[in-house]
């Protein structure tokens, strides 16, 4: 099977290529200030990694994509970017769970909790619990000691998971950034949906419906 798998959920844009024996991904991690380059980056990494494998996009036989939770905008771009692939070569098309994505590429004993950086104070966790936007209060309270949380919440909030008893791997591991490679390997035992059937799961609403509620109600 030839796989195009990627993720937008994150500032990262993670995409990665199954193809037989071939495993092999790229990525694009923005700077500190720098914005998310998913618009920009997301075909161009793609593009590169089907030329190194001598393949094109008409080649493939399935793709998926992370569909959340996340940002609003990086998951529109993915889960838009991942429809439109399918539709133009015919590719089956699968989506997984960015937080299972997370927790599976790091299995740990005492169970991992996936923890992803919501904004607004709150986190997006998964994993070993189901998933779920929670505050850092309810946060401490999904948290068991000897978990392993992982994920740029989980460094976020590394001062409410601690204390209760989770290990948190340093700031720099790669076990807190999504794996491509890992929706790819999700991706690759799940039925396929129809195009219709990938949506994004946010989760909780968008920052400007927010904002637009909180107007109305003024």
Known sequence: MRLLAFDTATPATAVALVA????GELRHDPQPGERPGHAAQLLALAARLLDDAGLRFADLDRIAVGVGPGTFTGLRIGV?????LAQGTGAELVGVSTLEALATAAPHEGGTLAVLDARRGEAFVGGAVPPAAVTPEILAQVVRPGMLAVGDGAVRFRAVL???????PADGSPLHRVSALSVADLAAGAPPAGREGVT????RLPDAEVALRERRSE
Request: aromatic share 4%; net charge negative.
């Open 20 to 23: 037989g024996e071939q495993r």
């Open 162 to 168: 601690e204390p209760c008893g989770a290990t948190v």
């Open 200 to 203: 994004p799961e946010y989760l």
């Open 80 to 84: 838009a970017t991942a429809r439109a």
